[in-house]
């Protein structure tokens, strides 16, 4: 009993000490710095992150860095649709007053769409929740050229009152900021190598 006392109390002392190491090391990385939450802002979807990922992938954008985001964005994600060399990038696309029926209408998140009309629909999702229908009304714009996108923190699923009888990578697509997204980033990350600021 006392042999197994001692191992307990070594063990305890032990994972103290890592705590302590892993703690010096997310200060010296500057891990726990995180800018959105400093200005209040980790929750603000379309006024935070929606932006954010909507700056990168904009040909156009203020990192001068052309579409080379947005080509590593659709290779991240298999879409082969889009005509890089036309693709323009919107936030918060008005595609009309939500009908009666709830079915046509809305504002999406992150839009991307070329001169061939081939588009994309990104609904942000981090903790807000779904609107009625809102992934079949992104589903019924365009229908035959976009591609729905359902992006949460961990790849979850739609509310069934969201996507109402659509299919999950089916209908629209499932991806997360904990795999697509970060692996995107570090895919990011390895072009602007040369560009300090990016």
Same mark, same amino acid.
């Given at each position: 009993m006392e042999e197994? @006392?001692?191992? %307990?109390?070594? @063990?305890?002392?032990?994972?103290?000490?890592? !705590?302590?190491?892993? +703690?010096? =090391?997310?200060? =010296?990385?500057?891990?726990?710095?995180?800018v959105y939450s *400093?200005? /209040?802002?980790? #929750?603000?979807?379309?006024?935070? #992150?929606?932006?954010? *990922?909507?700056?990168l992938?904009?040909?156009? /954008?203020? #990192? #001068?860095?052309? %579409?080379?985001? @947005?080509?590593l964005f659709l290779e991240a994600l298999s879409h082969h649709e889009i005509d890089l060399d036309t693709a323009s990038v919107q936030v918060?696309?008005? !595609?009309? =007053? !939500?009908?009666t029926k709830n079915s046509t209408g809305g504002r999406i998140d992150i839009f991307i769409e070329d001169s061939k009309g081939n588009t994309i629909s990104i609904e942000n999702k981090i903790y807000a929740g779904d609107q009625d229908q809102q992934l079949k009304r992104y589903? %019924?714009?365009?229908?035959?050229?976009?591609?729905?996108?359902? @992006?949460? *923190?961990? /790849?979850?699923?739609?509310?069934? $009152?969201?996507?109402?009888?659509?299919? $999950?990578?089916?209908?629209y697509q499932l991806i997360s900021?904990? +795999? +697509? =997204?970060l692996n995107w980033l570090e895919a990011c990350k390895k072009e602007a190598v040369d560009v300090e600021n990016i």
């Open positions: 197994q @006392l001692q191992k %307990n109390e070594l @063990l305890l002392r032990e994972t103290n000490t890592l !705590i302590r190491h892993y +703690d010096e =090391i997310r200060k =010296i990385n500057g891990e726990d710095f995180n *400093l200005l /209040g802002l980790e #929750h603000a979807e379309n006024k935070t #992150h929606s932006n954010f *990922l909507a700056e992938l904009n040909p156009k /954008g203020s #990192h #001068h860095m052309g %579409n080379v985001f @947005l080509k918060e696309k008005n !595609i009309g =007053i !939500i009908n589903y %019924n714009y365009n229908t035959a050229k976009n591609t729905v996108y359902y @992006l949460t *923190l961990f /790849g979850s699923d739609a509310s069934a $009152a969201s996507k109402r009888d659509l299919k $999950a990578n089916e209908d900021y904990k +795999d +697509d =997204i």
